[in-house]
């Protein structure tokens, strides 16, 4: 297909596409292919005698940052890959969303859609032979170089250092970046040491919250969430990075991605790999949506116990301290209002008598922890009261979307597991 404009190529075929795919609304498809289209004029225009095909794959892990093909007619590149690569088209950080869909089976469900918006199935064949796993001697040699680097100083300087070559040698998913090697390597090595860094010192300890705060992005002082970064991929993706979030962190295929966070002992185990769309029908797999929310159902799982626990542990905490009655005392007026209101409307369907705090939003959790005349019985636990906060912002975008069945990404499932266990270290000591 020879594309005549960008307004030509979306009028005859992203709706159709985004239909056939059976993409929510969230994605915003046409939006992030206009974005990708300006970012990447320049490219085309030096490319007039390619044949070019500009698309959008969304789903999974980074939603997608702008994900861009071309195909070359050029005889001097040997695979449409290195013509990707050799352009630059394929951002980065379209890494895991491609290996997710592969992992669900939908290039092979949809290859009759895919082939006829252009998008050859050797893409995703060549795109895997991007990673690979190192030999012993380059993971010895990878694991030096990351030890001797600040990074690599500053976490041993804490906790030592982890076994980052033991690391490397026991992945089985191919995760080392051909292309730069250096910088995947280094952000495998900062898992592994983040990993380790929680599981050996206090999870709120402040020289750990400040090497934390180098790789998961400054999020101590009260944050605004744009509501944009819950719909536009683009908007998530920059506020992010506004905060200095290290986006390399979670440049990896998904398989990898998971089994790095295993070996870190940031999650306990491997999720069960996603069930693969067996359907040939482009209907059918919009009807096996559910299929394409394991992931993200699974963080919510995750952070339903989470905050189970989260709202024991202020509940014990302040009552042991105030009584049973410490919402009238020690939250503001609105607020337990809001509590009350929502408990009176559950109770109209349940004969369950809940505490109060069991109706609180997520947000309420840093209000009532952080308030200036309950810091005291909390100083204990989280060390300081931005440390407490930049925790539990660090999970509020993945709460909003896992509580509406929004895809989380990479980053997100990266923040959840890191911030989840240091909360659950923080609060069983109460326990001891």
């Known amino acids: ?169 026991n992945m089985r998913s191919p995760w080392l970046d051909v292309a730069n090697p250096l910088l995947s390597s280094s952000a495998f090595s900062a898992i592994q040491e983040m990993g380790r860094g929680i599981s050996i010192i206090p999870p709120f300890d402040h020289e750990l919250s400040a090497a934390l705060r180098l790789e998961l992005g400054d999020w101590r002082e009260h944050i605004e969430f744009p509501n944009s970064i819950y719909t536009d991929l683009q908007a998530r993706s920059d506020f992010y990075a506004s905060l200095g979030v290290n986006s390399a962190l979670t440049v990896m295929p998904a398989p990898a991605f998971r089994e790095s966070l295993t070996m870190a002992g940031l999650i306990d185990t491997l999720p069960p790999p996603i069930e693969k769309v067996e359907a040939e029908e482009p209907e059918q797999v919009a009807d096996d949506e559910e299929s394409g929310f394991r992931r993200t159902n699974a963080a919510h799982d995750r952070l339903q116990r989470l905050e189970t626990e989260l709202r024991g542990f202020i509940d014990e905490v302040m009552t042991e301290a105030f009584g049973p009655e410490w919402p009238k005392h020690r939250v503001p007026a609105d607020t337990v209002t809001a509590w009350r209101e929502r408990k009176q409307s559950a109770q109209r369907h349940t004969d369950a008598d809940l505490p109060l705090i069991a109706y609180a939003d997520f947000t309420d959790y840093e209000r009532v922890i952080c308030k200036r005349d309950n810091w005291k019985l909390f100083e204990r636990y989280f060390d300081r009261v931005e440390s407490a906060r930049e925790s539990l912002q660090r999970l509020y975008p993945i709460r909003i979307d896992t509580m509406h069945s929004r895809l989380i990404t990479q980053d997100d499932e990266l923040f959840l597991a890191v911030e989840q266990k240091r909360l659950v270290r923080a609060m069983r000591r109460r326990n001891r």
């Open 1 to 169: 297909m020879v594309m005549s404009g960008a307004d030509d190529f979306f009028r005859n075929r992203s709706l159709t596409w985004k239909d056939k795919l059976g993409l929510t609304e969230d994605l915003r498809l046409h939006n992030a292919i206009t974005s990708a289209m300006a970012e990447h004029s320049r490219v085309f225009r030096d490319m007039e005698q390619h044949r070019s095909l500009f698309s959008a794959i969304a789903e999974h892990e980074k939603y997608f940052k702008q994900l861009g093909f071309a195909t070359s007619a050029s005889a001097s590149v040997s695979s449409l890959f290195e013509t990707l690569r050799a352009h630059e088209i394929i951002p980065r950080l379209a890494i895991g969303p491609l290996a997710d869909l592969k992992e669900r089976g939908l290039f092979r469900a949809q290859e009759a859609v895919l082939e006829s918006i252009g998008i050859n199935r050797n893409i995703l064949q060549n795109f895997e032979a991007g990673f690979r796993l190192p030999g012993a001697e380059e993971a010895a040699r990878l694991a030096a170089d990351f030890h001797s680097s600040a990074a690599g100083k500053a976490f041993a300087s804490l906790s030592g250092s982890a076994d980052i070559q033991r690391a490397m040698e």
